[in-house]
């Protein structure tokens, strides 16, 4: 099988960016999501959701507007510190870790919620801070839900193509990950490589989902055996 190792691991590389930010990104919001209501909590819910159900082209179109050299943001990177985003790999990870973003702070919403309350209280009543309280009662009742969310990031980080390609491009060896090379194999008529390179990402993407489904029926057994 003709397998692009390099597009492998730019694609794991990307992934796992995009995962370790949506690891404080995404964590973060589920954990004010989940707090007691406030003004605008459901519409933010609601923008945060639409990476899930945009078409990918509109993402990846917004995020050109955001990041590219007239936007906003990839204006001022330009003009203050002389860094250019598009056609990077950093880009891919920005496309991926906003793509990923509802599967990391949907669940991580939900793990919050299920935290007793209760228990959260006695630990205040007892002394303990905001900080002790979360990362002693809180995140230790609600990580495997947060775990399982943040697997479902990095498969579907991996499997990133629309936003990625227009913001990112299809350069060999800098932003070609795994779903653009399939493309471009597909393009060519490379059956074989694109079939070998697909049955590559479908192979780790069954293995991150597997483990992500192992946790997600470890914490349902836990909130039966509390009940």
Same mark, same amino acid.
């Given at each position: 099988m003709?397998?692009?190792?390099s597009?492998l691991?730019?694609?794991?590389k990307v992934a796992?960016?995009?995962?370790?930010?949506?690891?404080?990104?995404?964590?973060?919001?589920g954990?004010?999501?989940a707090r007691p209501?406030?003004f605008g909590?459901?519409?933010l819910?609601?923008?945060?959701?639409l990476?899930?159900v945009l078409?990918p082209?509109v993402?990846?179109?917004?995020l050109?507007?955001?990041i590219?050299?007239?936007?906003?943001?990839?204006?001022?990177?330009?003009?203050?510190?002389g860094i250019?985003?598009?056609?990077t790999?950093?880009?891919a990870v =920005?496309?991926? %870790? !906003?793509a +990923?973003?509802?599967?990391?702070f949907?669940? /991580?919403?939900?793990?919050f919620?299920g &935290?007793?309350?209760q228990l959260?209280q006695?630990?205040?009543?007892l002394g303990?801070?905001e900080?002790a309280v979360?990362?002693?009662?809180?995140?230790?009742?609600a990580?495997?839900?947060?775990?399982?969310?943040?697997?479902l990031?990095?498969?579907?980080?991996?499997g990133?193509?629309?936003?990625?390609?227009?913001?990112a491009?299809?350069?060999p060896?800098?932003?070609?990950?795994?779903?653009?090379? =399939?493309?471009? %194999? !597909?393009? +060519?008529?490379q059956?074989?490589?694109?079939? /070998?390179?697909?049955?590559?990402?479908? &192979?780790?993407?069954?293995v991150?989902?597997?483990?992500a489904?192992?946790l997600?029926?470890?914490?349902?057994?836990?909130m039966?055996?509390?009940?």
């Amino acid at each position: 099988m003709d397998l692009d190792w390099s597009a492998l691991g730019l694609s794991l590389k990307v992934a796992g960016w995009a995962t370790a930010i949506n690891l404080f990104l995404g964590v973060g919001l589920g954990w004010l999501l989940a707090r007691p209501r406030f003004f605008g909590r459901e519409l933010l819910d609601t923008v945060l959701t639409l990476p899930m159900v945009l078409p990918p082209t509109v993402l990846g179109y917004y995020l050109l507007v955001l990041i590219g050299r007239n936007g906003p943001l990839g204006g001022w990177l330009q003009s203050t510190f002389g860094i250019n985003l598009v056609f990077t790999w950093q880009a891919a990870v =920005i496309a991926a %870790a !906003v793509a +990923a973003l509802p599967l990391v702070f949907k669940p /991580a919403r939900a793990a919050f919620e299920g &935290v007793d309350g209760q228990l959260e209280q006695a630990a205040r009543t007892l002394g303990a801070s905001e900080a002790a309280v979360f990362f002693r009662i809180t995140l230790p009742l609600a990580w495997r839900g947060i775990l399982a969310g943040l697997l479902l990031a990095f498969a579907r980080a991996m499997g990133e193509f629309g936003a990625t390609i227009m913001i990112a491009g299809s350069i060999p060896g800098r932003t070609q990950t795994l779903s653009i090379s =399939i493309y471009e %194999a !597909v393009q +060519a008529g490379q059956d074989g490589r694109a079939n /070998a390179l697909v049955l590559l990402t479908s &192979v780790v993407c069954i293995v991150v989902l597997l483990l992500a489904a192992r946790l997600v029926g470890s914490r349902r057994q836990e909130m039966r055996d509390v009940a």
